[in-house]
């Protein structure tokens, strides 16, 4: 039995996900015979409320030199960060000296913003070439993975930082302890910590199961980061829900005592028990959920090619990994996969080896149906695809539920 990386006590999946493959890992023909997978098992950890999968492969083999997402490639989410750093410009950084630091700042689609104010910043990449994207835009960023002997040597070098930043990141770091620790290291007294990731209670009411994958080590609620963070002297100050990635949350954070907590915390730990978030049961639903939605979005796909119809994967996205793995989707049902970033074009999908190709692709030849592997950016997607509408093309969709739409 693994223990949980919050408060040591003792794991026990939830369900199993079977073997999977590095979700980013997209790979040429010559590489699959040595790909690697591991088990994917979710758990709850019952003492502290922390959601986990049990096994994690190494961080070198998620992020590295050849990190295949790219932030800057939603137009939508290139708004979202636009607006948070405005934010942060107006509220949070109006000292004359204010230094913002953003952890796993990907290529700079929040930093850029608050280089062109003239704000002192660093963002933290650990994977080269994204942190190179992020320089090219006039981003500070350093190369590495923060913990705390990152964070004394970006005290020793620009002092302690008004806020501390991070955008679907800080549920990819294993040591969160660590992190914990450096962020309160680095942090003004009166500083705060702000992050966002995917909400966990998102997960479980839509059956967003293809959250899981390796890089999302863990799935938060505002029960379990209250509860991670206040060993380290931090406190969960206030909460925002966020549309994006299906369903976010922003958690504020700061040094104990040194500002109220916002009553929209206590409704949200009210909402949480609630929807059973600690409770083991509301999890084998989840499970059983999870494997009814993949009997229908197996019998969809079937549905589809035994009519003769052409499928074809939209956005080859990190999530779409579990799903192809999970339900044993291969280029049998899906022909290829579309995607907008060169980086995964001209490869294959991890585990199943759907071929990847470039958006031309798709546009060029319409498919009688698009699997929408993409669906968190649903809204923006299905807003330029209106000619694949028009055509008669028909979107499959899997979350909330399997749907075939026009
Ligand atoms: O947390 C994470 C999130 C933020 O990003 C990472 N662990 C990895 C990654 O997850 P993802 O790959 O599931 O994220 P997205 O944003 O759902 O990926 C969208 C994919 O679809 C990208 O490869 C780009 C592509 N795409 C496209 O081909 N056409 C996206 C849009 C909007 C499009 O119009």
Not at 207 to 214: A, F, P, R, V
Not at 218 to 223: D, I, K, P, Q, V
Not at 302 to 319: I, L, N, P, S
Request: hydrophobic share 40%; aromatic share 10%; with cysteine.
């Amino acid at each position: 039995m693994s223990d949980c990386r919050i408060c040591g006590a003792g794991l026990k999946p939830f369900m199993s996900f079977g073997p999977m493959p590095i979700a980013n890992g997209f790979l040429t023909p010559e590489d699959f015979d040595g790909e690697y997978f591991f088990d994917l098992e979710p758990a709850l950890c019952e003492s502290c409320g922390m959601v986990q999968i049990v096994e994690q492969p190494a961080p070198e083999l998620m992020f590295h030199a050849d990190y295949a997402f790219f932030s800057g490639t939603s137009q939508r989410m290139a708004q979202h960060f636009k607006a948070l750093a405005g934010e942060l410009i107006e509220r949070n950084l109006t000292a004359k000296d204010a230094f913002a630091v953003e952890l796993g700042s990907n290529d700079g689609i929040m930093l850029r913003h608050i280089a062109d104010a003239g704000i002192r910043h660093l963002g933290i990449e650990p994977s080269a070439n994204v942190a190179d994207a992020a320089r090219e835009a006039g981003v500070n960023t350093l190369t590495a993975f923060f913990d705390e002997a990152c964070a004394e040597r970006i005290v020793d070098e620009y002092g302690h930082a008004d806020v501390i930043y991070s955008a679907n990141v800080m549920c990819h770091i294993p040591d969160l302890p660590g992190v914990a620790a450096g962020v309160r290291r680095l942090l003004k007294p009166d500083g705060l910590l702000i992050f966002e990731d995917p909400y966990l209670g998102d997960v479980i009411a839509k059956t967003s199961y293809d959250q899981i994958y390796d890089e999302h080590v863990f799935l938060f609620s505002a029960t379990s980061v209250a509860r991670a963070f206040a060993p380290h002297g931090l406190s969960l100050i206030d909460t925002r829900p966020l549309p994006t990635h299906g369903g976010s949350m922003r958690y504020y954070l700061a040094p104990k005592g040194s500002y109220p907590a916002a009553p929209a915390v206590e409704t949200r730990l009210e909402a949480e028990r609630q929807q059973g978030l600690t409770d083991p049961a509301r999890y084998e639903s989840f499970r059983e959920a999870c494997e009814r939605s993949r009997r229908e979005l197996l019998a969809a796909l079937g549905t589809a090619r035994d009519e003769g119809g052409c499928v074809v994967g939209y956005g080859a996205t990190a999530k779409s990994t579990t799903v192809t793995n999970y339900c044993g989707i291969t280029s049998d049902l899906v022909s290829f996969i579309s995607d907008i970033t060169p980086e995964k074009q001209g490869k294959y999908s991890p585990g199943v080896h759907i071929p990847v190709r470039p958006y031309d692709a798709f546009r060029a030849n319409y498919p009688d149906y698009a699997l929408l592997f993409a669906w968190n950016h649903e809204a923006e997607i299905r807003d330029k695809e209106q000619d694949f509408a028009a055509s008669g093309g028909r979107w499959i969709r899997y979350v909330p539920e399997v749907e075939i739409l026009a």
